[in-house]
Each structure stands twice: as structure tokens, then as C-alpha cells.
């Protein structure tokens, strides 16, 4: 059951990137009136700026004086913030100390969204939300100095962290499974990294049921169980009816002896849902969500019909 936003005001950073493309008609069905903020213009997006220029952060929200500021907004490229990692902190940290202040000044209540990759993944999964941090990756710590700005400009304010998020139109994992498989017909997965795939549809609503709460504190917000990438590729390539036996388990050290990257990942960072559990508040299985957006996806894709025999 939605919760009921009538006549409140929500303003969504990053409107226009992958979760805010969900979260605007999940706001616009409970009933809320919508400002979608983004750097530049595109398609969600119906305020211009930057969170990195506080001026404007302020006048934006100033001027749509909104009851909820739901903080979507992030430097999300891994690879990049390791590269870069100050780019990365302008945005994850000094951004959302802006925004947050924004949102203090105007008297909003503030959800952001954080990640699982402020855990280190060797030997503590699954993490609840009181497990204790070590990021392995500029993202990972830029996030979660992003996350004590937050909740040091308001302890009431809440930073719901998820992972491994896929939905819509932009790059994510299933998207990349779907059509490596559809070019090549076969592809090689890491079978011994582990986490909580989680579908950004089923995010915007459980993100939209804490904020009509105004719950406050760190939550953590993914589809129920847990998956290795192998695991979670098999399920992909099922759903879209190809044959499982296309996805073929490597490990992450022969992968990245193939294909070198900049950030280190954690090992196994699966999280635990248990603040919002108690508010009521949690998401179907990840299983479940890969069976309801997959097909759509594949259709998207227009793959050709499936070449095993299920
Ligand atoms: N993707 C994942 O696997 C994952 C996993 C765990 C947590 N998260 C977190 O979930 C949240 C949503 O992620 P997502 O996948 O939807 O990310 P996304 O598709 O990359 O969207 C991020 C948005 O942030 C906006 N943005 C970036 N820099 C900005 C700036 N300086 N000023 C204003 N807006 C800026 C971008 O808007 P413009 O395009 O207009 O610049 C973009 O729309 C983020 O907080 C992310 O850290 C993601």
C-alpha cells in the first residue's frame, strides 16, 4: 500500500539519472507535486544546477521551498572516483553538505541515497545498518563522508543505502548480460562476488514509503537475499529465455587479469534490512524483481527468440 504524499512538495536530486527516472511517478502516484533537479537539462529534469555551486543549490531550493528533498544525486562512476577521486568528493561530499544545508534552511525533512560499497566485504556480510565502515574505493569513501554531512546537518534526515541497482534506459548489469549475450551468445561471470541486486523501481517506492515517515538514520534499502554475479547473470539470461548455460563462472582474479580495473570491490557485500523492516518498509526478493523486469528489458533490447529449449 502506497503511503500519501497529497500536496507535498518533493524535490529529487539527480531526477533524471536511473532512480529518479523511477522515483518521479512512484511520487507523482502517492500524490506529491514533483521538482525533478539535475546538472543539465534532460528528460526528468525541470530545475537546472549543480550541487556543487551551493549558491544555487540554495536558490533552487529556496525558490520550491519543498517539504521533502529526496538526494539522488551522486558521482557513480567507480572506476572514475578512483581515477579522480577529488571530482568524486566535490560531488558525493561537498554536493550533499550543500544540499543538505539547502534543505536545513528550508525546513525539509532529506532522504539520500548510499551504497554498499562503504563496506569492506571481507568477512562481515551480510552488514546490518550499525555494521561498522571501511570503504575499499574513493566511491565508497566519498559516499560515506557524503553520508556524516548529511546526518550531521540533521540527525532527523535518513541515507537509505542500496546496491547493485539496474532499471531503465542507462548502463547497469543486466542490460551489459543481455547484451553481451545476445552479440557473443556466451559469457564468463565471477562466481565469488557477492551482494544484493536490487531493481530501481522497487527502490523509488520503499525510498518513497520511509520519506512519508520522515523516518531518520541510516536504512539500508535492497531486494531480500543474497546473489553472486554468476548467480545473478543466470537469472538475467533465464528470464529473457536464453539458455543459463551461456553465463559461465570465472573468478574475479581472472577477470581482472583480463580486464584490469582501477577500484577494488568488496568481496561480498550483501546488506541486511532490518530499521526498515521494522517501519514496515522492505523489498520482494531479488529473484522476484529480475523475473518482473527482465522481460521488459529483452523486449526493449529486441532480442532475437530464445535459443535454448525451456
Ligand atoms: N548504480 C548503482 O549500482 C548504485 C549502487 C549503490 C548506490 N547507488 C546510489 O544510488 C543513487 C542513485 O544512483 P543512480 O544509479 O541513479 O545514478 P546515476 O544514474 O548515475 O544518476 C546520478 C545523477 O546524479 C546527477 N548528478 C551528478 N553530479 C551532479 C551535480 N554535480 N549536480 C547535480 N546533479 C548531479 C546526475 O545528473 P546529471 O546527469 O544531470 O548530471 C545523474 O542524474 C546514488 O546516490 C548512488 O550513489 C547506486
Known amino acids: 500500500m502506497s503511503p500519501r504524499l497529497d500536496g507535498?512538495?518533493?524535490?529529487?536530486?539527480?531526477?533524471?539519472?536511473?532512480?529518479g527516472r523511477y522515483l518521479?511517478?512512484?511520487?507523482?502516484?502517492?500524490?506529491?507535486?514533483?521538482?525533478?533537479?539535475?546538472s543539465h537539462t534532460r528528460p526528468g529534469v525541470d530545475r537546472v544546477f549543480d550541487i556543487t555551486d551551493e549558491k544555487s543549490v540554495r536558490a533552487?531550493?529556496?525558490?520550491?521551498?519543498?517539504?521533502?528533498?529526496?538526494?539522488?544525486?551522486?558521482?557513480?562512476?567507480?572506476?572514475?572516483?578512483?581515477?579522480?577521486?577529488?571530482?568524486?568528493?566535490?560531488?558525493?561530499?561537498?554536493?550533499?553538505?550543500?544540499?543538505?544545508?539547502?534543505?536545513v534552511a528550508a525546513g525539509a525533512?532529506?532522504?539520500?541515497v548510499g551504497t554498499d560499497f562503504v563496506f569492506a566485504g571481507d568477512g562481515g556480510a551480510p552488514y546490518d545498518e550499525m555494521a561498522p565502515t571501511r570503504p575499499l574505493s574513493a566511491y565508497?569513501?566519498?559516499?560515506?563522508e557524503g553520508?556524516?554531512?548529511?546526518?550531521?546537518?540533521?540527525?532527523a534526515f535518513a541515507v537509505a543505502r542500496t546496491a547493485w541497482l539496474y532499471g531503465g534506459g542507462g548502463k547497469h548489469f543486466p542490460r551489459?548480460?543481455?547484451t553481451l549475450l545476445r552479440d557473443r551468445g556466451m559469457i564468463a561471470v565471477v562466481d565469488d562476488e557477492f551482494g544484493s541486486p536490487t531493481f530501481?523501481?522497487?527502490?523509488?517506492?520503499?525510498?518513497?514509503?520511509l520519506a512519508a515517515q520522515r523516518a531518520a538514520g541510516v536504512f539500508h534499502l535492497m531486494n531480500e537475499g543474497r546473489a553472486s554475479r554468476f548467480g545473478l547473470a543466470r537469472a538475467v539470461a533465464e528470464s529473457a529465455a536464453y539458455h543459463p548455460e551461456g553465463v559461465t563462472p570465472t573468478t574475479i582474479e581472472e577477470f581482472l587479469a583480463h580486464y584490469p580495473l582501477p577500484a577494488r570491490r568488496p568481496g561480498d557485500s550483501t546488506l541486511v534490512n532490518r530499521r526498515a523492516a521494522a517501519l514496515g518498509v522492505r523489498l520482494p526478493p531479488w529473484r522476484d524483481a529480475i523475473g518482473r523486469y527482465v522481460p521488459a528489458l529483452a523486449a526493449e533490447l529486441n532480442l532475437p527468440p530464445a535459443t535454448g529449449e525451456e
Do not use: W
Open 140 to 144: 565508497g569513501r566519498t559516499k560515506l
Open 200 to 209: 530501481a523501481g522497487d527502490l523509488a517506492v520503499a525510498l518513497v514509503q
Open 176 to 178: 551489459t548480460v543481455l
Open 8 to 19: 507535498a512538495r518533493v524535490l529529487v536530486t539527480g531526477a533524471g539519472g536511473q532512480l
Open 147 to 155: 553520508e556524516e554531512a548529511i546526518m550531521c546537518a540533521n540527525p
Open 60 to 103: 533552487a531550493i529556496d525558490a520550491e521551498s519543498p517539504a521533502i528533498v529526496i538526494h539522488a544525486a551522486a558521482f557513480t562512476d567507480v572506476d572514475g572516483a578512483e581515477r579522480d577521486e577529488a571530482a568524486a568528493h566535490m560531488v558525493n561530499v561537498v554536493g550533499s553538505r550543500h544540499v543538505a544545508g539547502a534543505a
Open 24 to 38: 518521479r511517478p512512484v511520487l507523482a502516484d502517492a500524490g506529491a507535486t514533483v521538482i525533478g533537479g539535475g
Open 109 to 112: 525533512y532529506l532522504i539520500a
